[in-house]
């Protein structure tokens, strides 16, 4: 995919009459809805619009939904607070990007050797994680729902060979989250950009090495015209989850069905969009290997190694946190991932193994 047909930036034409107040005329409401993504990027802006798309027509045009992808009217890491200062309706991003907000945000993104997709999934929808990010999101005037997973991603793009945690040392590296956090601690200069800002940091060296999600938009972002190693798995992004965003006295303020279907709508899309990443990283990874000559590398094992012992101090900081809603959005996700975690370590894990040993298809 060429780069260039979905990468834009902010100075769209006709911006400036998106800035009306948004329209209410014989029960029909349009909500603006702004996104952290280039325009139709695979997977997460693909899945913004169908999001948009599908609440429009679930509610029969009652609530339809216009988008706005990343700087078409507000920059792209600016788009909660345009729903928080009433710019926008919606915003459809990773809570962990509104970290310098709340630390606690960042559980319901993805959290260094941390839940799956199903196990974040069961927290959020049936072990109280929702309502926590609720408690979290009322100090802002907003409601969030999950609304989309990615799934474990890579672990990242670098331009020379990681052979031990020592090459980890002073190199520039863009990651954002609790999983920044970590790398931080293993030595590594990080930063957080967007998308569509992060292949000139590289081309420019500004960047030494850098991750986003992993090869469905990795090959579309082009990182393998300057960097050819590439790592996985993620030990700091297991599941990582993406996030809808609503101004909460609107959507309150919206008939019950209307509610419904936004909030049904998000979380079909958690499922859609993990589909579409399951179906389409294999794909994009062959066309990496095969047709651009990248190496896919194992993590050194010290470097795995000290990453799970930054992540537990990283956690273990947030559970003793001064902050109450940090210190009790960390104390349920332990809870809930020892539970989750029996389940996937005795059931899912063993059936893995004995596929890859057994299975001859």
Same mark, same amino acid.
């Given at each position: 995919m060429d780069r260039r047909s979905f990468i834009k930036t902010a100075g769209i034409a006709g911006a400036a009459s998106a800035l009306a107040a948004p329209a209410i005329a014989q029960d029909t409401i349009t909500w603006r809805m702004v996104t952290t993504w280039p325009k139709n990027f695979p997977g997460l802006g693909v899945g913004a619009q169908r999001l948009a798309?599908?609440?429009?027509?679930? =509610?029969?045009?009652? +609530?339809?939904?216009?988008?706005?992808?990343? @700087?078409?009217? $507000?920059p792209p890491l600016q788009s909660l607070d345009a729903v928080i200062d009433g710019t926008?309706?919606?915003?459809?991003?990773?809570?962990?990007?509104?970290?310098?907000?709340?630390?606690?945000?960042?559980?319901?993104?993805?959290?260094?050797?941390?839940?799956?997709?199903?196990?974040?999934?069961?927290?959020?929808?049936?072990?109280?994680?929702?309502?926590i990010w609720?408690?979290?999101?009322?100090?802002?005037?907003?409601?969030?729902?999950?609304?989309?997973?990615?799934?474990?991603?890579?672990?990242?793009?670098?331009?020379?060979?990681?052979?031990?945690?020592? =090459?980890?040392?002073? +190199?520039?590296?863009?990651?954002?989250?609790? @999983?920044?956090? $970590?790398?931080?601690?293993?030595?590594?200069?990080?930063?957080n950009m967007a998308a569509g800002e992060i292949f000139q940091a590289l081309q420019s060296g500004t960047l030494d090495a850098a991750e986003f999600v992993g090869p469905y938009n990795d090959l579309?972002?082009?990182?393998?015209?300057?960097?050819?190693?590439?790592?996985?798995?993620?030990?700091?992004?297991?599941?990582?989850?993406t996030e809808v965003v609503v101004d909460k006295a609107k959507y309150q303020a919206l008939p019950a069905d209307l509610q419904a279907i936004v909030r049904d709508v998000a979380q079909a899309e958690y499922d859609q969009v993990a589909a579409d990443f399951f179906a389409n990283d294999p794909r994009a990874l062959k066309t990496l290997?095969?047709?651009?000559?990248?190496?896919?590398?194992d993590f050194p094992e010290d470097i795995m190694q000290a990453g799970a012992v930054a992540s537990a101090e990283v956690i273990a900081d947030l559970r003793n946190s001064d902050d109450a809603l940090v210190k009790k959005t960390t104390e349920?996700?332990?809870?809930?991932?020892?539970?989750?975690?029996s389940r996937t370590e005795t059931i899912d894990l063993p059936f893995m193994v004995a596929r890859e040993k057994f299975l001859e298809l």
């Open positions: 798309d599908r609440i429009t027509a679930a =509610s029969g045009g009652r +609530l339809t939904i216009q988008v706005f992808s990343a @700087g078409e009217l $507000v926008a309706e919606m915003s459809h991003g990773a809570a962990y990007y509104w970290q310098n907000k709340s630390t606690a945000l960042s559980f319901f993104t993805g959290v260094p050797y941390g839940m799956t997709t199903s196990e974040l999934s069961a927290w959020v929808r049936y072990m109280g994680g929702q309502e609720d408690e979290i999101y009322d100090q802002f005037g907003v409601q969030g729902f999950l609304s989309g997973n990615t799934g474990t991603q890579a672990g990242g793009w670098f331009r020379d060979e990681l052979t031990s945690l020592d =090459s980890v040392k002073g +190199l520039r590296f863009r990651t954002p989250g609790l @999983g920044g956090r $970590v790398w931080e601690k293993l030595g590594a200069t990080v930063t579309a972002l082009g990182f393998y015209q300057v960097a050819k190693n590439y790592y996985m798995p993620s030990f700091v992004e297991p599941g990582l989850a290997v095969d047709d651009h000559g990248v190496i896919v590398r349920s996700f332990i809870e809930a991932l020892a539970l989750l975690r």
